[in-house]
C-alpha cells in the first residue's frame, strides 16, 4: 500500500487549524497512525489505529477518515507543533507516508 | 510502560557486518511481533523488517532482504537485526518497534 500526504509544506498560524490528509493507494481498514518528528528528534505516536489519541497527546490532536482516507486535524496549532508529520499504514503490509512539514506563517 | 532501547550502532566500513539490539520491557514481549524501521538523514521513514511472535515467520522490503536478517530472543526479551553486506545507503538511524511504539533509536553510519 502506498500512502500520500498533502500538502507536503503546510504554513499555518498560530490558533489556526489545520488539516493534514493521507491517501492510501488501498483501503487501509483503520489501521493508520499519525507521528510527529521535531527536529533532531525521534518520531512521537500521536495517533494510532485512525483515532485513538496515544497517552500524553493533547487533546487539540485528532485523527479520523476511513478507507483509503485520513486526516490529522489540529483544532488550534501551537508554536510548538512545527514538525514534520507522518501518516504510518499497518493494515497489509507497513509502508509511511512521505510527510508534511508544518511551519508557523 | 513500554521501553525499547537500541545498542548497537555506529560507524562500520562498506561490505561489512554490524548487529543492533532493543531490549523491551513493560509488556509480554513474546505476545508482540516486533519490527525494525529506518530513517536515512534528512529522509523519510522506511520500515527494515517484522517478525512474529516466536520467531518463526519474518518479513524483508525489496532493499535489505537477503542482506538484513531479523531475529528474536523471548527468554532476553530482545530482537536482534543482524546487517551484513552494508552499503552507504544502509546509513540511518534504526527504531525498534512494537506496534506503533517505537524506541529512541540508533545511528548507523557505512562509510569508509
Known amino acids: 500500500i502506498q500512502l500520500t500526504q498533502s500538502p507536503s509544506l503546510l504554513s499555518a498560524s498560530v490558533g489556526d487549524r489545520v488539516t493534514l490528509s493521507c491517501k492510501g493507494s488501498q483501503n487501509i481498514n483503520n489501521y493508520l497512525a499519525w507521528y510527529q518528528q521535531k527536529l533532531g528528534e525521534a518520531p512521537k505516536l500521536l495517533i494510532y489505529?485512525?483515532?485513538s489519541l496515544q497517552t500524553g497527546i493533547p487533546s487539540r490532536f485528532s485523527g479520523s477518515g476511513s478507507g483509503t482516507d485520513y486526516t490529522l486535524t489540529i483544532s488550534s496549532l501551537q508554536p510548538e507543533d512545527v514538525a514534520t508529520y507522518f501518516c504510518y499504514q499497518y493494515n497489509n503490509g507497513w509502508t509511511f507516508g512521505g510527510g508534511t512539514k508544518l511551519e508557523l506563517k | 510502560e513500554v521501553q525499547l532501547v537500541e545498542t548497537g550502532g555506529g560507524l562500520v566500513q562498506p561490505g561489512r557486518s554490524l548487529k543492533l539490539s532493543c531490549v523491551a520491557s513493560?509488556?509480554?514481549?513474546?505476545?508482540?511481533?516486533m519490527y525494525w524501521i529506518r530513517q536515512a538523514p534528512g529522509k523519510g521513514l522506511e520500515w527494515v523488517s517484522s517478525i512474529n511472535t516466536d520467531g518463526g515467520s519474518t518479513y524483508y522490503p525489496d532493499s535489505v532482504k537477503g542482506r538484513f536478517t531479523i531475529s528474536r530472543d523471548n527468554a532476553e526479551n530482545t530482537v536482534y537485526l543482524q546487517m551484513n553486506s552494508l552499503r552507504s545507503e544502509d546509513t540511518a538511524t534504526y527504531y525498534c518497534a512494537k506496534d506503533v511504539l517505537w524506541g529512541q533509536g540508533v545511528m548507523v553510519t557505512v562509510s569508509s
Open positions: 489505529n485512525t483515532n
Open positions: 513493560g509488556f509480554t514481549f513474546s505476545s508482540y511481533w
